[in-house]
Each structure stands twice: as structure tokens, then as C-alpha cells.
């Protein structure tokens, strides 16, 4: 049961986000990130976008090691996820982003069979870097993502 609440959770609070005042949501332009606070198995997931005429234009998705490397960059750690998860950060990682930005941070994201922590720790960044996109707040959002 806490697992559903805990997944529940980041979408109750991006439906308040959006609900707003009257329904509307208008995003202020510039670039927001949040990004995950402790390392999870040796990396720490982020979200960055960049808001250009109200509208969201860019997502990153992904994750660094301590020492900055990107997480889907790293061909070993690919290969062995692939083999056992049946996807690999550099795939999940584009179709977290890709739905959120055709979606806008308006529609629900579909979870990725393989990839389920990183949805997880995806909806709550989402909410938060979302947050920061509503007040124009540039500074880096710090979320607690476990799980």
C-alpha cells in the first residue's frame, strides 16, 4: 500500500500544481532543474527545462555519478541493465523526457517495464522542476526521491 501512495503522491500534487487558479498554468521562460538529493546506486537523477514563450521546448532527463560522468553515457552499466532489466538508461531516459515534453507536464507518463525506480524518482522531479517553471524560480530544486 505505501508504494501506491508514495507513486500517487507526485501526481496529486502535479494536478494541484496545474489546477492552479482557474485552471490555467502559465510557465515562466527560462531553464529549471531539480534534481534527486542522495546518489541511488551510485547516481543522482536530475530533470532540466527550458521554458521558451510559455512552453516547455527542451527536457533532459538523467542522472551523474560523483564524479559528473552521465549515467547513459556508461556502456557497461547499459549492457548489464539491458540484459537484466530489458531497457537501459539511455532509452528510458528519452521516453521519460520525450512524454513529458509532448505532454507539456499536463498528462500522465506511462511507466517503462524495466524502469520502474526511475518513474518513480521521474513524477516527483517532474512536480518539482514544474513548481520551479510556475514561480520562475531558477535555482535548483533539491527532492527526496526515495522510494
Given at each position: 500500500?505505501?508504494?501506491?501512495?508514495?507513486?500517487?503522491?507526485?501526481?496529486?500534487?502535479?494536478?494541484?500544481?496545474?489546477?492552479?487558479?482557474?485552471?490555467?498554468?502559465?510557465?515562466?521562460?527560462?531553464?529549471?532543474?531539480?534534481?534527486?538529493?542522495?546518489?541511488?546506486?551510485?547516481?543522482?537523477?536530475?530533470?532540466?527545462?527550458?521554458?521558451?514563450?510559455?512552453?516547455?521546448?527542451?527536457v533532459?532527463?538523467?542522472?551523474?555519478?560523483?564524479?559528473?560522468?552521465?549515467?547513459?553515457?556508461?556502456?557497461?552499466?547499459?549492457?548489464?541493465?539491458?540484459h537484466?532489466?530489458?531497457?537501459?538508461?539511455?532509452?528510458?531516459?528519452?521516453?521519460?523526457?520525450?512524454?513529458?515534453?509532448?505532454?507539456?507536464?499536463?498528462?500522465?507518463?506511462?511507466?517503462?517495464?524495466?524502469?520502474t525506480?526511475?518513474?518513480?524518482?521521474?513524477?516527483?522531479?517532474?512536480?518539482?522542476?514544474?513548481?520551479?517553471?510556475?514561480?520562475?524560480?531558477?535555482?535548483?530544486?533539491?527532492?527526496?526521491?526515495?522510494?
Amino acid at each position: 500500500m505505501k508504494r501506491i501512495f508514495s507513486g500517487l503522491l507526485p501526481a496529486l500534487l502535479l494536478a494541484v500544481l496545474l489546477a492552479g487558479c482557474g485552471g490555467a498554468t502559465k510557465l515562466q521562460d527560462g531553464y529549471y532543474t531539480a534534481q534527486a538529493l542522495e546518489f541511488s546506486h551510485g547516481w543522482k537523477e536530475y530533470i532540466t527545462i527550458m521554458v521558451k514563450g510559455g512552453k516547455i521546448v527542451s527536457v533532459e532527463y538523467n542522472a551523474e555519478n560523483p564524479s559528473g560522468f552521465i549515467k547513459s553515457w556508461d556502456n557497461a552499466y547499459m549492457q548489464n541493465m539491458l540484459h537484466s532489466n530489458g531497457t537501459y538508461p539511455n532509452e528510458y531516459t528519452r521516453y521519460y523526457a520525450g512524454q513529458f515534453l509532448e505532454g507539456q507536464g499536463k498528462e500522465e507518463i506511462d511507466a517503462l517495464t524495466g524502469a520502474t525506480s526511475s518513474y518513480n524518482s521521474f513524477q516527483k522531479l517532474m512536480a518539482a522542476v514544474l513548481e520551479q517553471a510556475q514561480e520562475g524560480d531558477s535555482s535548483i530544486a533539491v527532492v527526496d526521491t526515495s522510494h
